[in-house]
């Protein structure tokens, strides 16, 4: 059974620090991982879609990575700033197209 | 903004009242999805419409009850819900059910009291 994990639950960082967000699972046999951000009481917005033949993706600051064999993704934040924080989730699709959503990690970055 | 909207934003319910919320998208999208988002849990799969029928009911009580009239649109009907029933209800929709990217609406936060 797939199981995804994000470490830490938790985070707060100096705004301008980088830094990495991970996410792992226990079953490499995915289509596509998805990166979301999600603000207090809102929906989530993708940030980032990897597909299972890619290795990374970027948009502007951020940048996704995609390790199957070791059942790992990071989120890189960089130049991170306080309109950054939120919670952000990491959300596998299956082969059989299930989603299957870890539980966050919630990002505070103080000015 | 994703191009998913949701209505109401928040929702305050007796346990006796009948309620529905509203999912709409213009994204040409033929797959649409309910989601429960209770605090500090994942995201719970509720229901999936798939070119307007219901593919997919991940044991969701009968007092929630979902409707897709077309492609655009989709409903949950409420009734007789339960304290433990408050959370965010997220709609979404995707081009396919497959490997699509979602789109996510904000989302109705919901009170049962």
């Known amino acids: 059974k797939q199981e995804v994990t994000q470490i830490p639950a938790a985070l707060s960082v100096p705004e301008g620090e980088n830094l990495v967000l991970n996410c792992s699972f226990t079953?490499?046999?995915?289509?596509?991982l998805q990166w979301f951000r999600q603000d207090p009481g809102k929906g989530l917005t993708s940030l980032l879609l990897?597909?299972?033949?890619?290795r990374e993706q970027t948009s502007g600051r951020l940048n996704a990575s995609l390790d199957k064999s070791s059942g790992r993704s990071t989120l890189y934040i960089a130049a991170s700033q306080p309109g950054d924080s939120a919670t952000y989730l990491c959300?596998?699709?299956?082969?059989?197209?299930?989603?299957?959503f870890g539980q966050g990690t919630t990002l505070q970055v103080k000015p | 903004e994703t191009g998913v909207t949701q209505t109401p934003r928040h929702l305050v319910m007796g346990m006796t009242n009948k309620k529905s919320l509203k999912c709409e998208q213009h994204?040409?999208?033929?797959?649409m999805y309910w989601y429960k988002q209770s605090a500090k849990k994942p995201l719970e799969l509720m229901f999936v419409?798939?070119?307007?029928?219901?593919?997919e009911n991940n044991s969701v009580p009968s007092r929630f009850s979902p409707e897709c009239p077309n492609s655009s649109h989709l409903f949950l009907h409420l009734h007789t819900l339960q304290p433990e029933d408050s959370a965010l209800y997220l709609c979404?929709?995707?081009?396919?059910?497959?490997?699509?990217?979602?789109?996510f609406g904000s989302g109705t936060q919901l009170s049962v009291l």
């Open positions: 979404a929709s995707s081009h396919g059910q497959g490997a699509e990217k979602l789109f």
């Open positions: 419409y798939s070119l307007e029928e219901r593919v």
């Open positions: 994204l040409g999208h033929n797959a």
């Open positions: 959300v596998l699709r299956g082969n059989t197209g299930k989603l299957i």
């Open positions: 990897i597909q299972s033949s890619q």
């Open positions: 079953d490499s046999a995915i289509y596509n």
